[in-house]
């Protein structure tokens, strides 16, 4: 039987993990710079993937698709936990798949925003 990890109802085998061994504030990293319900921008956005990939965020360019980087399935599921705790906004688990580029993540954002799909972010 494979280890799994169950994080917002997706379940992720062993050989889906990084190769790279990484802590729990991996998944934290930086709070948002930005109030509540307020759209996470670009350059957000890129520093959270640099911040996953342990990049510098000026190597990442919002039109490349992020796999070319080595985007993993944890990256994306992280990204999905932030932009929820930030702006409330509950997305798919395969944003990062669906939507493969920072500007397309962005685009998907502000269209969803636009059409009031935000929810109240929980109480902490």
Known sequence: MSSMIVRTGVSLAA?????QPFSRSFLQGAKPSWSRGRFPTPRWLTERIAHYLQLPPAEIDPRVKLRTYGLES????????????????????????DYPTIDAIADHLTELLSQGRAVAPPPR
């Open 15 to 19: 050989a889906d993990m990084p190769s």
């Open 74 to 97: 944890i990256h994306a599921l992280s990204l999905c936990v932030d932009v929820e705790e930030a702006i409330g906004l509950l997305v798919e688990p395969t944003l990062a798949w």
